[in-house]
């Protein structure tokens, strides 16, 4: 016991435990279920059917009914633990309801129907994590069609970010060319100007170009992020010129320069630029939701989106899609994170 | 090539799984090909103006997907009718503007004619203040929590960081079942002794829920940029000012918050930005109701260009200059606060 609480008070080079650090855990433990909860209770919730997620107030953990099969009774039988007349507790199942009454059979002895007050039984359950709401939602959602664009979206759109990024930055590291200075300020001056504030126009664009109702149009528009060219320019001057020089001296054209050492050397750039386009574009939804309006073409945020439309009332689907939905980034991030912070809190942009 | 053919001999060769590396092979015969292609250009422009070559698709997806636009919104602003292509649309010079402002009394959207407009800048307004200054305090709490030398503060962060990587349509859903009239937050409600609330179809709540969802999915990201301000703190100084007998209170005013000032402009000035353009949560979330309750300014300029009836272009165009306007007025000051503490220190 003793070597319990000195192993909880037990805090990195200093040595008892002070009320700010009590505070603190409290904060934080309580800012962990805050964050996390919710999704937990999201996750929790797609495994139940569709009466357990009616009922309130609701369970945390997802049950289900136990059912017998009764000889004489097409449908299994919903099992109850009745508490008799003279206090004994008997396991019936349930025939049929009338008002408050319920007529029960003894599954070992079917032929004896025995009636009893509703309030006299509770429904035996047990915990079962049933997938049915993602078998039945795949099937209604359009589940692999919509993952499928995401996937395609997601895939080309971080190689063409990353190739036109890298050779954007490319040049503006290690070139002296008239308007270098100009280029660089509006590409960055374009931070600023969120799509929000240009939708129309977008839209005209991309409908003139025959972009409309097209994945190519949620793909390319995307690809020059300022971000990308920033954190990649700033990660490429750090590459020394007389590397580049020695390698002009050697024949290499500018292209084998850029393919062959600048892009193995900025790596680290790079995927750090991966990750982030990833990110961005497996969650994008404002885009998408504008170039995309055939269903068959949505990705899973906005085929989400109006899958929630749709079915105000079917909360089982939906649950058990969302959690599908944001199980992709999750898994990315539980490999990737220390780069994903790092590359945050390095570059301060999103 | 011949150089990339020896490691296949090798590998075939033993039985060891070093791998034969295809990729790299096609690497190189990808490189030499496009050696090949990309001389002539090379041999014309010279090496330094290669550089205009690589930088020329990112400048034409710029152009094309964000200065065109950005001019032709301009044209859209100050021309008129339903018609989506501008050589259709009569110009009409800033009545569109006079339009989003025709109200005989400011302080009440009902007396406007574009009232929607401004319920829109009324609530926009209210969840910026608010948002902002909520989201701010909590993100430099938990940094200040996460700072400290604590343990398991790699898990801590990542908790906390989570929610930043869901996307706007999972956040609404994960929020609007907990939120729904049987659900959790209510259940916890009832077993306290309450009574339900319906909290998405009442104007009040849902304007507050917004506001805390908006909280919960992008705090993370303000706290791991504030994280990283606290830690480039020199701990000396707080070494220095314990011995000087300095007390916690202290040494938090005189050393932690001035040396943060940089870092929180940037959050500041980062977050403001966002919550002028909150959009992508709302509409799965509430989709601008009850009413238009959560109706915010991007909302309004989508609801006017895209799905109202008649197809308003101008207006909504308008509306989005104006905003534009707003945003450039916030990152002017942002550049100017960053500067003036840059000098200042």
Redesign the interface.
């Known amino acids: 016991m003793n070597t319990i609480a000195q192993y909880l008070t037990r805090t990195r080079g200093r040595t008892r435990l002070s009320l700010t650090d009590v505070i603190t855990y409290l904060y934080l433990t309580f800012g962990t279920i805050v964050m996390f909860g919710p999704v937990l209770w999201l996750v929790l919730s797609s495994f139940k059917s569709t009466q357990q997620l009616v009922r309130f107030p609701p369970t945390i953990l997802p049950y289900r009914q136990e059912t017998v099969t009764v000889e004489g009774y097409d449908t299994p039988l919903d099992l109850y633990a009745v508490t008799m007349e003279d206090g004994t507790v008997r396991q019936l199942a349930q025939v049929r309801r009338v008002g408050i009454e319920a007529q029960m059979i003894d599954p070992t002895n079917p032929e004896e129907i025995i009636r009893v007050n509703i309030n006299q039984r509770q429904p035996i359950e047990s915990v079962v994590f049933s997938f049915d709401n993602y078998v039945t939602g795949v099937q209604q959602f359009n589940f692999w069609q919509y993952l499928w664009n995401s996937v395609v979206v997601t895939a080309l759109a971080t190689i063409l970010t990353l190739i036109v990024n890298s050779m954007a930055a490319f040049a503006l590291s290690k070139y002296q060319f008239r308007g270098r200075n100009a280029i660089f300020l509006v590409t960055i001056s374009t931070l600023m100007i969120p799509l929000s504030v240009i939708l129309i126009p977008v839209f005209l664009v991309i409908t003139e170009i025959g972009w409309s109702n097209n994945l190519i149009g949620v793909i390319v528009p995307g690809a020059a992020t300022p971000t990308g060219v920033f954190l990649l320019r700033q990660y490429m001057l750090t590459i020394p010129d007389e590397l580049l020089d020695s390698a002009r001296i050697d024949g290499a054209s500018e292209w084998r320069i850029y393919l062959q050492i600048i892009l193995p050397l900025a790596r680290p750039a790079l995927a750090v630029l991966a990750i982030f386009s990833i990110m961005w574009r497996w969650n994008d939804f404002l885009w998408p939701l504008i170039v995309l309006r055939r269903s068959e073409l949505f990705t899973l945020q906005v085929g989400l989106n109006s899958f929630q439309g749709e079915l105000q009332t079917q909360w089982n689907l939906i649950l058990a899609m969302t959690v599908l939905t944001l199980l992709p980034i999750t898994a990315v991030f539980a490999f990737l994170q220390k780069y994903i912070t790092t590359g945050i809190a390095t570059t301060g942009m999103k | 090539m011949n150089r990339t053919a020896a490691p296949l001999e090798k590998s075939t060769a033993s039985p060891t799984p070093q791998s034969p590396n295809f990729i790299q092979i096609l690497?190189n015969g990808?490189?030499d090909l496009?050696?090949r292609l990309?001389?002539p250009l090379?041999n014309l422009l010279g090496?330094?103006?290669?550089?205009?070559i690589?930088?020329l698709?990112?400048?034409l997806?710029?152009g094309?997907?964000?200065?065109?636009?950005?001019?032709?919104?301009l044209s859209?602003a100050f021309t008129g009718s339903t018609q989506?292509?501008?050589a259709d649309r009569p110009f009409i010079g800033a009545d569109n503007f006079a339009r989003l402002f025709e109200c005989s009394n400011f302080l009440d959207p009902n007396t406007c004619r574009e009232d929607v407009f401004w319920r829109a800048v009324f609530n926009s307004t209210i969840f910026v203040i608010v948002q902002v200054s909520f989201m701010v305090v909590m993100a430099l709490?938990?940094a200040l929590?996460?700072n400290?030398?604590?343990?398991l503060r790699a898990f801590?962060?990542?908790?906390?960081?989570?929610?930043?990587?869901?996307?706007?349509?999972?956040v609404a859903?994960?929020?609007?079942?907990?939120l729904?009239q049987?659900?959790?937050l209510?259940?916890v409600i009832?077993?306290l002794g309450g009574t339900r609330v319906p909290f998405l179809l009442n104007a009040e709540w849902a304007r507050v829920w917004v506001i805390l969802i908006s909280v919960?999915a992008q705090m993370?990201?303000f706290t791991?940029?504030l994280?990283?301000g606290l830690q480039a703190i020199p701990s000396e100084l707080y070494e220095a000012a314990s011995m000087d007998g300095a007390s916690?209170w202290a040494s938090f005013r005189n050393i932690t918050l001035p040396l943060l000032m940089p870092t929180m402009t940037?959050v500041l000035v980062?977050a403001l930005?966002r919550a002028v353009?909150v959009?992508?949560q709302v509409?799965?979330f509430t989709n601008g109701g009850p009413g238009t309750a959560t109706t915010y300014m991007?909302q309004y300029?989508?609801n006017t260009?895209?799905t109202n009836q008649t197809r308003e272009?101008g207006i909504?165009?308008a509306a989005?200059v104006l905003?534009?306007l707003i945003?450039?007025t916030l990152?002017f000051a942002q550049l100017r606060l960053t500067r003036a503490g840059q000098n200042e220190s």
């Open positions: 690497f990808f490189v496009i050696d990309m001389a090379q090496v330094q103006r290669m550089a205009y690589f930088v698709p990112n400048l997806i710029f094309i997907f964000i200065i065109l636009p950005m001019i032709l919104n859209y989506l292509f501008p709490t938990t929590a996460l400290r030398k604590i343990m801590f962060r990542s908790v906390f960081f989570y929610p930043v990587l869901l996307s706007p349509v999972v859903l994960i929020w609007k079942w907990i729904q049987d659900g959790l209510n259940a009832v077993s919960w993370g990201f791991l940029i994280l990283a916690a940037v980062l930005i353009q959009f992508d509409v799965p991007v300029i989508y260009g895209f272009y909504a165009a989005s905003m534009a945003l450039f990152t």
